[in-house]
C-alpha cells in the first residue's frame, strides 16, 4: 500500500515522464467534502485496446517488469473510502487520471509532503512544463513553471534560491487553499 497522496503523485509523476510528456497539469482540489488529485499530460497516450488494463496490476508497459501497481492502487485507495479514481487517454492525446477522495474519511491517506515531491521532480524535468493548480471552494492557486523560466532568464530551475522560491510558493498556495492536515 502507499502511505500517503504525495507517493500517489510521484508514481503518476513518474508514468506521465516514460511517456513523454512535454506539459504536465498536477491538481490538487478541496470540493465540498471531496478532495481531487488529478495529473494530466501530453504524453503518448494510452492505446485504445490497453486503456482498460491500466488499473490491472499484472498490466504493465515498462521493460521487464510484469506488474504495475501504480494506479490499481491509487483506485484501491480512493475506492476503499468511498471515492473513485477515472483514466482518460488516447494514443497521441495524453493522459489524465483524476482521484476522488472524501476529505474527512478517517481511512483517508495523508497528503504526505506533497511539496517536497513536487519541487524535486519539477527541477529535474529541465524540459517539462508544468502547471500546478491548488484550490478549494473559495479560491485557486496556480504556479506555471513556464511563467517561473520568464521571470528568471537563464537561472536553472536547480538553482538553490530557485529551488527556495518553488518550495515557498507552493506552500503559501497550499495554506491558502487549506490543503492541510488537521488531524
Same mark, same amino acid.
Given at each position: 500500500?502507499?502511505?500517503?497522496?504525495a507517493?500517489?503523485?510521484?508514481?503518476?509523476l513518474a508514468?506521465?515522464?516514460?511517456?513523454g510528456?512535454?506539459?504536465?497539469e498536477?491538481g490538487?482540489r478541496?470540493r465540498? *467534502?471531496?478532495?481531487v488529485?488529478?495529473?494530466?499530460?501530453?504524453?503518448a497516450g494510452?492505446p485504445?485496446?490497453?486503456?482498460?488494463?491500466?488499473?490491472?496490476?499484472?498490466?504493465? /508497459?515498462?521493460?521487464?517488469?510484469?506488474?504495475? @501497481?501504480? @494506479?490499481?492502487?491509487?483506485?484501491q485507495?480512493?475506492e476503499?473510502?468511498g471515492?473513485? =479514481?477515472?483514466?482518460?487517454s488516447?494514443?497521441?492525446? *495524453?493522459t489524465?487520471?483524476?482521484?476522488r477522495? #472524501?476529505?474527512?474519511?478517517?481511512d483517508? #491517506? #495523508?497528503?504526505g509532503?506533497?511539496v517536497g /515531491?513536487l519541487? #524535486?521532480?519539477?527541477?529535474?524535468?529541465?524540459?517539462?512544463?508544468? =502547471?500546478?493548480?491548488?484550490?478549494?471552494d473559495?479560491? /485557486?492557486?496556480?504556479?506555471? /513553471?513556464?511563467?517561473v523560466?520568464?521571470?528568471? *532568464?537563464?537561472?536553472?530551475l536547480?538553482h538553490?534560491d530557485?529551488l527556495?522560491?518553488?518550495?515557498?510558493? @507552493?506552500?503559501?498556495?497550499?495554506?491558502?487553499?487549506?490543503?492541510k492536515?488537521e488531524?
Open positions: 500500500m502507499i502511505e500517503d497522496l507517493m500517489h503523485l510521484a508514481d503518476l508514468n506521465s515522464f516514460r511517456a510528456a512535454r506539459r504536465i498536477v490538487l478541496r465540498g *467534502g471531496d478532495l488529485l488529478e495529473v494530466a499530460d501530453d504524453g494510452i485504445e485496446g490497453e486503456l482498460g488494463k491500466v488499473c490491472d496490476p499484472f498490466y504493465t /508497459t515498462k521493460p521487464r517488469a510484469k506488474i504495475g @501497481l501504480g @494506479l490499481p492502487l491509487l483506485v485507495t480512493a476503499e473510502v471515492g473513485e =479514481c477515472r483514466v482518460e488516447g494514443p497521441g492525446q *495524453g489524465r487520471v483524476a482521484a477522495l #472524501p476529505w474527512d474519511h478517517p483517508r #491517506p #495523508p497528503l509532503d506533497l /515531491t519541487v #524535486p521532480l519539477i527541477a529535474a524535468s529541465p524540459g517539462v512544463e508544468f =502547471c500546478v493548480e491548488l484550490s478549494d473559495r479560491e /485557486t492557486w496556480r504556479l506555471s /513553471t513556464r511563467e523560466r520568464e521571470r528568471i *532568464g537563464d537561472v536553472p536547480t538553490p530557485v527556495f522560491f518553488l518550495e515557498r510558493s @507552493l506552500q503559501e498556495g497550499m495554506d491558502r487553499v487549506g490543503l492536515e488531524r
